[in-house]
């Protein structure tokens, strides 16, 4: 894969992600330090940007329930009894 293809795949943050970006945000690290210190991770500035604001503006690095698509609504066909 060339690099133009990994600047547009989305990567998801797992849980475990979520929590050490967070205790190292608090410990003062900052997005740019976490990027460059973590290259493994792949993680890239913009991600851990908006989770750390998502983290600041609501205090958890957690979805918000409810926050996913909605489910369609099934229409079940009953049976009649004649």
């Known amino acids: 894969m060339s690099l133009e293809c990994?600047?547009?795949i989305n990567m998801v943050f797992s849980d475990e992600d979520k929590?050490?970006?967070k205790s190292l945000y608090l410990?003062?690290?900052t997005a740019n330090r976490l990027t460059d210190e973590l290259l493994e991770k792949s993680w890239t500035k913009h991600?851990?940007?908006k989770l750390l604001k998502k983290f600041r503006n609501t205090g958890?690095?957690?979805?918000r329930p409810?926050?996913?698509r909605p489910h369609s609504?099934?229409?079940?066909?009953m049976p009649?009894?004649?």
Request: aromatic share 8%; net charge positive; glycine share 14%.
């Open 6 to 8: 990994l600047s547009t």
């Open 19 to 21: 929590i050490l970006i």
């Open 27 to 29: 410990k003062g690290y």
């Open 47 to 49: 991600g851990v940007n």
């Open 60 to 63: 958890t690095v957690d979805r």
């Open 66 to 68: 409810g926050s996913g």
């Open 73 to 77: 609504e099934k229409k079940i066909a």
């Open 80 to 82: 009649s009894y004649a």
